[in-house]
């Protein structure tokens, strides 16, 4: 299952380790992110989005074999999609939004 596109209008945003995430039921990291959107529980890690990302929006989260992408920096996308068409478990949502 990727990433849910509408997971705005299924989850509620809730706090897990400091982080404010969106969560449901059966969530156990939830997603982090609004316009790019890691959902933490199918991020397997592997660093793709981190290497493709042109404008390097994503750090390191948690550490070993728990360790995520996460989008730190979203508010710097470019929206090049790069990070969505490399993520082998379709773990993240890019959505773009006209920038004020
Ligand atoms: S869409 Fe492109 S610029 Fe935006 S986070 Fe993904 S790889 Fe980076």
Known sequence: MPID???QKHR?????????????????????????????????????????CPVNVFDWHYQGEDKKAIPSR??????????????PKFAIRVTPVVKK
């Open 5 to 7: 596109p509408d997971f």
């Open 12 to 52: 509620q945003v809730t706090m897990h380790d400091n982080l404010q995430v969106w969560k449901d039921s059966g969530s156990k990291f939830g997603i982090f992110g609004t316009d790019v959107a890691v959902d933490f529980d199918l991020c397997v890690g592997d660093g793709a989005c981190i290497e493709v």
């Open 74 to 87: 979203e508010r710097d996308c470019i929206y090049c999609f790069g990070c969505e068409a490399v993520c």
